[in-house]
C-alpha cells in the first residue's frame, strides 16, 4: 500500500476526512530529561524572525534505509516513529503498520484491521512496549494487544470515545477533548487503571466549537518519566507526573494564534470559514526535546500552504525559521517527526537525499549499518535522517 502525500498535508488531509482517526507519534526518553517536574514557562514565538537553510543548521546527521521488499514498498512517508527498538510508520488510511528494527531492516507488515472480534476498524494511538505492540481504536473503544509479528495476544474495553491514548507506569490517560462522553462529569484528560476503569478527570472539558476533531497526531508524548500533553487547537503544553497534570509550556505568539485571538471571540461565524479568511495561525505543532523545540504552524488553509517550520534553542531562548527549499525554489520532500536523544527524526525522498547530503561535509554524514547513499537511492522507499543541530545559528 503506497503511503505518500504531499508535503505535511496531514492537517488538510484530516480536515477532508474530518478528522476522523488519530495516530501515535511519541518521543523517546531522553537522559536529560529531569526526573523533577519542571517549572511552568511562556516561550515568545518570532513568526516572521530570521531563517536558514537547513543543511547551515546542521551539526551532523545519521541515515537509515527503509529496506524495500515486496511487503514494504511504501513511497514517501510522513507520519513514522521509534518505538523500542522499532522504526513504526501507520499508512494514510490507518488500517496497516510497517514496522522495521532500529537499522531500517524490514521486520513485519501489520494489517489486523476489519470487523472481527480480533481485529480493528483503526488505529488512533499506538505504542509498543517488550516487544508487545498496543493498539487503541477510538470506535470500538478496545486497546488491543498483539505480538510486533501479528499475532493478536487480547485486548481491553473503555466507555471513553477518545481522541487518543496513552500510558504511563501502569496508568492509561485518555484524550476527550471536544468530544461528548456518556459521562457528563467527564473532563479534557482521563486518567484509568490497568483495566480502563475508574476514571480521574484533570482540566475543564472544552464544549462544542463547531470544529471537526481529531488529527494524525497522539496528543500525548514521553518525555522522560513523564507524559507532555498538547491538545489539537491549543498554543499550551502540560506535564503529567505522578498522577498530577500542570501547565508546562505556553507558547506565546504575540496575540497572532486565531483560537484565542479577538475575532474568534468576537464573532459567531463558522471557525473553518473564519480561518480561511485568517492571517493567523490556527494550527501549532510542538516537538519538545529538552534542549530543543520543533515547532510546526499552520495559517489559513484551502489551497495548500507552504508549511511553516520554527527551531527553538531552549537554553539561549534563540529560535530560527527552517528553510527547506531546494536551489531550484522547489521544496525537499522530507516531514519533520519527532525528537530522540537530541536529534531530530526526518523522513526524505529518496530522490531528494542526495541532494541534500551534498550540501553537507562528508564529516558531518554516517550511516546506520547496512545504509548507503546508494542503497537508498536505488529505492523508492524514504530515508530517515536523524539530525543534531548546531546551538549557536
Given amino acids: 500500500m503506497n503511503n505518500s502525500i504531499k508535503p505535511k498535508a496531514f492537517a488538510w ?9 488519530a495516530s501515535c507519534q511519541t518521543e523517546k526518553e531522553s537522559s536529560k530529561v529531569s526526573n523533577q517536574a519542571e517549572a511552568f514557562k511562556s516561550i515568545p514565538i518570532e513568526l516572521n524572525g530570521p531563517k536558514a537553510k537547513l543543511a547551515d543548521l546542521v551539526e551532523e546527521v545519521e541515515i537509515i534505509r527503509l529496506e524495500e521488499t515486496d511487503e514494504s514498498l511504501m513511497g514517501m512517508v510522513w507520519d513514522l516513529s521509534i518505538e523500542e527498538d522499532y522504526i513504526v510508520i501507520p499508512t494514510d488510511d490507518r488500517r496497516m503498520l510497517y514496522i522495521f528494527d532500529s537499522k531500517g531492516n524490514f521486520v513485519s507488515q501489520f494489517d489486523r484491521h476489519g470487523d472481527g472480534p480480533e481485529e480493528y476498524t483503526t488505529i488512533t494511538s499506538y505504542w509498543v512496549k517488550s516487544d508487545t505492540l498496543f493498539l487503541f481504536d477510538l470506535y470500538k473503544k478496545k486497546l ?8 493478536y495476544l487480547g485486548f ?7 481522541n487518543a491514548m496513552y500510558v504511563l507506569n501502569d496508568e492509561y490517560w485518555f484524550d476527550l477533548s471536544f468530544r461528548a462522553q456518556e459521562d457528563s462529569t467527564a473532563g479534557q484528560l482521563a486518567k484509568v487503571d490497568k483495566q480502563l476503569r475508574n476514571p480521574e478527570y484533570h482540566l475543564g472539558a472544552l464544549g462544542d466549537i463547531d470544529f471537526p476533531m481529531g488529527a494524525p497526531l497522539n496528543s500525548f508524548s514521553s518525555y522522560g518519566n513523564s507524559l ?10 502540560y506535564q503529567i507526573k505522578d498522577g498530577k497534570v500542570k501547565p508546562y509550556l505556553h507558547f506565546d505568539l504575540k496575540g497572532q494564534f486565531f483560537w484565542t485571538s479577538q475575532e474568534m471571540k468576537s464573532t459567531g461565524g463558522s471557525p473553518i ?7 493567523k ?8 526535546d529538552p534542549d530543543w523545540i520543533h515547532l510546526d504552524f499552520n495559517v489559513g488553509f484551502g489551497d495548500i500552504p507552504p508549511p511553516n517550520d520554527l527551531l527553538y534553542h531552549r537554553p539561549t531562548n534563540s529560535s530560527i525559521a527552517i528553510d527547506v527549499e531546494k536551489g531550484n525554489q522547489e521544496r525537499f520532500e522530507m516531514s519533520f517527526n519527532n525528537w530522540y536523544d537530541g536529534r531530530l527524526l526526518v523522513s526524505v525522498s529518496s530522490t531528494d537525499i542526495g541532494e541534500f ?5 562528508e564529516s558531518q554524514i554516517s550511516y546506520a549499518d547496512g545504509s548507503s547513499l546508494e542503497t537508498i537511492e536505488s529505492s523508492e522507499n524514504p530515508a530517515l535522517m ?8
Avoid: C, N
Fill in 273 to 279: 470559514e473564519m480561518i480561511a479568511q485568517s492571517d
Fill in 13 to 21: 488531509a484530516s480536515l477532508a476526512f474530518l478528522f476522523a482517526f
Fill in 156 to 162: 481491553k474495553s473503555t466507555d471513553f470515545l477518545a
Fill in 144 to 151: 488491543f494487544e498483539y505480538s510486533v509479528q501479528g499475532e
Fill in 357 to 361: 547530503l551534498g550540501d553537507l561535509e
Fill in 281 to 288: 495561525v490556527w494550527l501549532l505543532i510542538p516537538r519538545i
Fill in 386 to 393: 536523524l539530525i543534531r543541530f548546531k546551538s549557536d545559528f
Fill in 228 to 237: 507532555l500533553y498538547h491538545q489539537l487547537l491549543s498554543d499550551s503544553v
